[in-house]
């Protein structure tokens, strides 16, 4: 999943959360330099990828994607289901989004020294643009999908993931429902075995 759905996926520890989105510009497998907390994130961030790459609804709808979206279609799932969970949030959650993305707004401020400037630099600008407040609409989506295209050192056809996601609206939900409902529950364990 994008920023929203590793966020969530945190256990609502948003000192994790930070964490968990830094582990996108961490390689390899050296940890050393890192805290026990950041390390946790890393390693979390890493089993979220691998959780959706690998779970049965999303394997089953990639060939149709793929069509439409060469190179990108996992991508776009991503996407889509950061899109989905956006526009059903309140079925995920007792805290309002808005109030939700705040807290974790808050807590970037009082962590702000123990990171790199590139990666502050990339939070301030979440902050600023405050991108996961309008990921619930189509508008959104297609914002996403755009950006993340422009990023892709190679050509893309990101560009048309609104499209592609309204050609194929009722397999993509179907699919998004189905994965959630098995990832609450996986890490709900993955928590317990490994964070208690």
């Not at 776009?76 to 939700?100: C, G, M, R, V």
């Not at 974790?104 to 990666?119: G, R, S």
Request: charged letters at 15%; proline letters at 3%.
């Amino acid at each position: 999943m994008n920023y929203l759905g590793h966020i969530y996926f945190s256990n609502n520890d948003f000192e994790l959360a930070i964490a968990n989105l830094f582990g996108d510009y961490v390689k390899g497998a050296h940890f050393d330099q890192y805290s026990p907390k950041i390390v946790d994130g890393i390693i979390l961030h890493r089993e979220i990828d691998n959780y959706i790459d690998t779970h049965p609804s999303v394997k089953k709808i990639l060939p149709t994607l793929r069509i439409s979206l060469p190179k990108v279609a996992g991508i776009a799932i991503d996407l889509y289901f950061d899109h989905l969970l956006a526009k059903n949030w309140s079925q995920f959650h007792t805290t309002p989004l808005n109030e939700f993305l705040q807290s974790f707004y808050n807590q970037i401020q009082e962590n702000k020294q123990i990171y790199p400037a590139y990666y502050l630099d990339y939070l301030q600008k979440m902050i600023e643009y405050n991108w996961m407040s309008h990921y619930s609409s189509a508008e959104g989506l297609n914002k996403m999908c755009n950006g993340v295209s422009q990023k892709l050192s190679f050509k893309n056809q990101l560009v048309n993931g609104l499209h592609v996601y309204n050609m194929h609206q009722t397999l993509i939900e179907k699919a998004f429902f189905e994965y959630m409902s098995d990832a609450n529950e996986h890490f709900l364990h993955y928590f317990s075995r490994n964070m208690s």
